[in-house]
């Protein structure tokens, strides 16, 4: 056979075949996708069925805290990339302590360094009592980078400049607070508040006479600003306001649980023109009123029948406003009464011992006339 006749007959076989072949992969494709259709239209069907909770599992409720962990994640990051500058006054927490240096999370790139002598003036201060982790603090910025790639930072120049306003808003508002004393010196002691040192004169320590000034050394005393002066770092306490005003608060209360009426013993204190003041014990002393002193004369001075020192007797007849007023006289008045005669008795006569009986039955009975 030809070689023309042969390829007359096997190229319409060939491309037959071809055909067949394309068409056969074409229904295996769409099997293929049948199969796939059906699955799906059987997946939805089961999700159908399937109970309420499991599209709530998959879908939790907090699908927004993925949105705000973003967020704060993004503010974060922005705070820890901000610029600090030199002389900045920044905030943070202590995350640890070491015996030299204070670290501090400035929520930063960087930490920040608080050496020990940068912390506090305050010769007492110990950085291993005094400081505890989680503790919020105040710097201010010495260095942007301490060569260690830290923040260099100060406490006390962060609280050198916070305190001054602050002791003048404490002055005006008349704060008390406490500090303790770590020096006597001359004409006082000293002591640090808020890390800035302070001065509390002898004559402002006490209610009394201060003889050894030494005595208050490591004592912890009440204190009120009375003098804050940031351009000379003048600081000034005091002591004895609070001590009056206490000593008073103390004497008003007891004077309060005395009750009018009560009878006692008490020290005359001093003699006025007016009246006595009597000592009845326990710091209170009242009021003795010229008018009420028993006399059986008319005083023009309680001296005239008092001295200081005299032990007396009174009776309390007032307490008013701190005030208590006494009487020796409300005593005599309420003294029970001499007895007196009933009005039936008859008055009983004596005669004179000298005088002697000189009359007779018969002088008696001569004046009489009888009837016969």
Known sequence: MSEEIREAIETPVTEAAETAQEKAAEAAGAAETAEETAAAIAEAAVAEEAPSEVPAAKTPAKEASPTESMDDFAEELGKSMRKIEVGEMVEGVVTGVSEEEVTVDLQ????GIIRKLDYSADPSFSIKNDVKVGDPVKATVLRTDDGRGNILLSRRNAMEQLAWDDFKKMKDEKTDTEIRVVDAVKGGVIGYLNGIRAFVPASKLSLEKVEDLSTFKGKTIPVRVITAEKEG???????????????????????????????????????????????????????LHISQIA??????????VLSTG????????????GKISLSQRALEENAPEAAKPAADDEPRVSLPKSEKLTTSLGSLLSGLKLDK
């Open 310 to 321: 005299d032990t007396v007797k009174v009776k309390v007849t007032a307490v008013k406003d």
């Open 233 to 287: 770092k003048k600081l000034v306490l005091s002591s004895k306001e609070i001590l009056r005003e206490r000593r008073a608060s103390e004497k008003e209360e007891r004077i309060n649980k005395i009750q009018v009426g009560l009878v006692t013993e008490g020290t005359v204190q001093s003699l006025m023109a007016y009246g006595a003041f009597v000592s009845l014990g326990d710091g209170i002393d009242g009021l």
């Open 108 to 111: 930063y790139y960087a930490e």
């Open 295 to 304: 006399s059986k004369k008319r005083l023009n001075h309680p001296s005239e």
